[in-house]
């Protein structure tokens, strides 16, 4: 019905930067919140930074100053940009859309699938 197919992770040195996209298809009629969200080993799933629809942010304090959130609402995709990157910042990160399929329907939280950063040198 609706899935969310994210991309953009890998491995990078600390002090670099890298770009996540998550993009969203099937049957959507509008977006409310984007978010990314992350989970490193041995750690419990954390909210790194949300977006609404009318462009209002929400930052982790560990990743204020470093991480940029935005959306495009036409392409239904929400991106990431993550610049001086910590061995701390090392994690899963999974997108995460509320959104709704019909004008009558109550919004569903649907999950990327996770795309791995690690930052080491």
Do not use: H
């Not at 899935?3 to 040195?13: D, K, N």
């Not at 996209?21 to 790194?48: H, T």
């Not at 910042?89 to 690690?118: H, K, L, P």
């Amino acid at each position: 019905q609706v899935q969310l197919v994210e991309s953009g992770g890998g491995l990078v040195q600390p002090g670099g930067s890298l770009r996540l996209s998550c993009a969203a298809s099937g049957r959507i009629y509008d977006i409310n919140i984007m978010g990314w969200f992350r989970q490193a080993p041995g750690k419990e799933r954390e909210l790194v930074a949300t977006i609404t629809n009318g462009g209002g942010t929400n930052y982790a304090d560990s990743v204020k100053g470093r991480f940029t959130i935005s959306r495009d609402n036409a392409k239904n995709t929400v991106f990431m940009t993550m610049n001086s990157l910590k061995p701390e910042d090392t994690a899963v990160y999974y997108c995460n859309m509320r959104i709704r399929s019909y004008y009558f329907s109550a919004s569903t939280g649907y999950w990327g699938q996770g795309t791995q950063v690690t930052v080491s040198s």
